[in-house]
């Protein structure tokens, strides 16, 4: 079966690529290990230079790598601008933090000296998603390369050309030949690659059932293992908030990504004393997103990616309304052409419904009301994800309290749920374990070495 790419914009196909056979595999694979160790040897300052100049790349081609990010998965042009922009920020990060980073810290012993060298392990996979497809790859990848490691590719099925582009830019920026490998292969041979002895690691960025049979394999095989899962983010807002930061802010984490993004605003719960005011405002901006070709400037609501991603989201939607929960707009497919989903808002979500229970990714918000504050920290820590969540309030102290409470990876308080080079990113329970970015995202794939000497 061919790899397709395929518009969701207009539901047609761009390109079939033939996923590579055994002997291409294999030769990857080689290419690969043989790389490590003359590309761990390189000083620190030299693997920084080459980071350095994957970034200037990513600019140069950034309109170019934006519109195929939007042609083939659909997110709106400015928001694949900014994309490319972030994944030169990551390279940047590591290129200028590398040393810091990676030296030797002594430790105290018996010895005469003894000191934590950190070495790579070697040859990783790198399973990536669809929804942010430049950047999840290269928040794995620039401190994999950062730490003398080398990396292939095996990302999702929908974004070939974002993943050969990707390869096109490490290979322009005069990465070493198997530094960074694409490999345009089918989910069950992923297996094939991770039992490989010389591969040492993996890293997925993907759906629980994906989570939970790579790291099975993993284990199968001892092999490290880091996964980001999918997210049911709280928002939380309490009666003291900036009601117009907070919707304004909600709608954008929520409807960013035609609402794709494991981060998003995907459980807003307001407590019960600004709950129908919050919900007037929400509705409002809600019913002001315009969709249309993301290609296009006035466009505010992308195409979902997939067909059958759409037709899921509408499944949990109705029966989330058979369940009790109320409709305030929205709901349906688009009649148009592509994978557009209305943007739709649903409030009075409780217990047992889809929409309270499992992650919506799509465009639509959902509303859980509390009654006050102790009840809508029971309700953001009552789910089984657990990867970002967000506080809104004007008393700063009382906000940092809150999310210290909050059972997640990240917390924000009066802010945006994003990723950042400088901060660490993951979660905790059904969203997954490890971390990306910051200094644990390349302690991850090192070597830990601890050197006494007597």
Known sequence: MPIQSIDPTTGQKLQDFSPIDDAALEEAIASAASAVAPWAARPIAERAAQLRAVAARLRERQGELARTITQEMGKLIGE????IEKCALVCDYYA??????????????DASRSYLAHQPLGVLLAV??????????????????????????KHASNVPRCALAIESVFRESGLPDGGFK????????????????RVRGVSLTGSEAAGRQVAATAGRYLKKSLLELGGSDACVILEDADLDEAVETALR??????????????????VRAIADDLVARLREAVQGLQPGDPLAPHATLAPMAR????????????????????????????DRSGWFYEATLLDKVGPGMPAYEEELFGPVAVVIRAEDEADALRIANDSRFGLGGSVWTRDQA?????????????AFVNGL??????????????????????????????????????
């Open 80 to 83: 694949a601008e900014s994309e």
């Open 96 to 109: 200028d933090e590398g040393e810091r980073l990676l030296a030797d810290i002594p430790l105290d012993s």
């Open 128 to 153: 990536m998603p669809w929804n942010f497809p430049f950047w999840q790859v290269f928040r794995c990848a620039a401190p994999a390369l950062m730490a003398g490691n080398t990396l292939l590719l």
């Open 182 to 197: 694409t490999l345009l292969i089918e989910s069950d041979r992923v297996e094939r690659v991770l039992a490989d002895p």
């Open 253 to 270: 984490s929520r409807f960013i990504n035609a609402g794709q993004s494991c981060i998003a605003a995907k459980r807003i719960i307001p």
């Open 307 to 334: 067909e059958d991603l759409r037709d899921e989201l509408h499944q949990q939607v109705q029966d989330s309304l058979a369940a009790g929960a109320e409709l305030l707009t929205g709901g349906q497919p688009l």
């Open 398 to 410: 009382r906000g940092e309290r809150f999310a210290r409470a909050m059972a997640c990876g990240a």
């Open 417 to 454: 749920v994003k990723s950042d080079p400088r901060l660490p990113f993951g979660g905790i329970k059904d969203s997954g374990y490890g971390r990306e970015l910051g200094a644990p995202g390349i302690q991850e794939f090192l070597n830990a070495k601890t050197l006494w000497i007597g």
